[in-house]
C-alpha cells in the first residue's frame, strides 16, 4: 500500500505526468504545442504508414495528442 501513496503523491506534483498520460505499451505519449502541429504529424503518418490518426487536445498537459479513430478521443 505504501508504493500506491508514492505513486498518486507523484501523480499530483507540478511538472511530473501522470500515470495515464502514457500509451498502453509505457511509452509516453508525444505532445504536439498546436492542433495544426498534430494535424501535420497525423498526415505524415498517413502518408508514410497508412494509419488513420486524429488529433485532440489533452485536458491534462492541454497539448495535443495523436490517436486512432477506435480510440475515446475523437
Given at each position: ?21 502514457f500509451r498502453a ?25 497508412g494509419t488513420t ?22
Open positions: 500500500m505504501g508504493s500506491r501513496r508514492r505513486l498518486r503523491r507523484r501523480e499530483e506534483r507540478p511538472g511530473r505526468p501522470r500515470l495515464d498520460h505499451d509505457g511509452s509516453a505519449k508525444t505532445r504536439f504545442a498546436s492542433q495544426d502541429e498534430a494535424e501535420r504529424a497525423a498526415l505524415q503518418a498517413r502518408l508514410d504508414h490518426l486524429g488529433s485532440y487536445r489533452c485536458e491534462m498537459c492541454g497539448g495535443w495528442h495523436l490517436g486512432s479513430r477506435d480510440g475515446e478521443h475523437w
